[in-house]
């Protein structure tokens, strides 16, 4: 996906549902939604076992998240991702934007959401890219 490509999806997201969040000091997951909240974003935690993450209410599932997604962001690993994909395939309205972060690909994810023209990003970090599109410090 080319940079503006990039710039007008992530210019119409508004919600990001971070799968496998957490708010351990150290994991690039707690770097990356600290971010994305100081960025203005609603950041909504999506992990099985805990109740809050950055002071946030956190969800079980994508499916129980009472609001409309707009990006669903993942740090779990590939062999997850499928079964992530066809969470957001569920979802009502479809996300604009499903993304693996550094390290995570899943060619199965890629085919079944682009079936459905949800565009997908892999491999890459969230954050810097964010901040290296807009221009924004870390």
Known sequence: MNDETLRELLGTVRSIAI???KDVPGHPVDRVGRYLIR???TVIPVHPKRQSVWGLPAFAALADIPVAVDLVDVFR???YCAEHAREA???SPLPKLFWMQRGIESAEAVSLLAGRGVPVVENACLMV???RIFGLPL
């Open 129 to 131: 890219e964010h901040a």
């Open 89 to 91: 395939l569920r979802l």
């Open 19 to 21: 799968l496998g969040a």
């Open 77 to 79: 690993a590939p062999e």
């Open 39 to 41: 960025a203005g974003y």
